[in-house]
């Protein structure tokens, strides 16, 4: 062997470890453990919770319908997505986004080739209040908009909706709780107001767990003038007590 050919053998290609397994390859999550890991199953079209049997909503959907149209969640809130989640959103890795924004984008990818998919105008991530993103340096739910929103042609708004009220971390708390300390959380400024009057949106989000957080949400949107609401989330808790 020539010394070019050894060199050439034993040439330095960018790789990273799988953060599942920890394989070395060039994904930060490798097609190995997304092949493995790929959620089973169906899902119901209000919140998004799994649901055994062949029922389309589920018995809290039915009885309380939510402020919101449709639900839609690339992940269960499960090993060994949760792990990622939790590092993503309070770990400060960053580095995630990318991949995980690639689970979301392939997932609604196939919604949207069902029939009765309505496509949003515009993709609004969940915002945080001034303290909690300094704390954490950056949004994760926008830091997902920014790439699942061009992959899907949609248009991706930061500043389109604010949080106004630095409430509480939500876990631990149950349902009503939640519901209580969100109250009044989310306003729309002036640009909000000019933009959304009229249109279809998906909210966008990291986890959902009781969808407290997309109520409100919701709710608020409503009354700034729009017409149609889902609620896109990377994970969904397995049941409404799970709490991230």
């Known amino acids: 062997m020539t010394l070019r050919t050894f060199a050439a053998a034993w040439r330095w290609t960018p790789g990273t470890a ?3 397994c920890t394989s070395w390859q060039r994904d930060a999550v490798c097609s ?3 092949r493995r890991f790929r959620p089973i199953g169906h899902r119901c079209r ?6 055994v049997g062949l029922n389309e909503v589920c018995r809290r959907c039915i009885l309380r319908p939510p402020a919101f149209d449709h639900a839609l ?3 269960d809130y499960a090993y060994p997505w949760d792990g990622l989640v939790t590092r993503f959103k309070f770990g400060g890795a960053c580095e995630l986004a990318g991949p995980l924004a690639e689970r979301m984008t392939e997932a609604l990818q196939t919604a949207a080739a069902q029939p009765g998919f309505v496509q949003p105008d515009v993709l609004l991530p969940v915002p945080l209040s001034d303290a909690r993103q300094r704390e954490r340096g950056y949004n994760q739910a926008w830091e997902l ?5 061009p992959a899907l042609g949609i248009a991706a708004q930061a500043r389109w909706v604010e949080r106004v009220l630095d409430t509480p971390h939500q876990t631990g708390l149950d349902r009503e709780a939640r519901m ?3 109250r009044g959380a989310f306003a729309v400024p002036a640009a909000g107001r000019a933009g959304l009057p ?3 949106v998906a909210i966008l989000d990291d986890v959902m767990t009781t969808g407290s957080t997309a109520q409100e949400l919701a709710a608020t949107l409503r009354r700034a003038g729009v017409v149609h609401v889902q609620t896109w989330v990377l994970a969904r808790t397995v049941s409404d007590d799970a709490a991230p």
């Open 180 to 182: 209580h300390n969100l």
């Open 46 to 51: 209000c919140c998004a919770v799994s649901l």
């Open 145 to 149: 908009a920014r790439r699942v929103g």
């Open 18 to 20: 799988c953060h599942i």
């Open 198 to 200: 009229g249109r279809s």
């Open 32 to 34: 190995a453990c997304r």
């Open 73 to 75: 969640a690339a992940l």
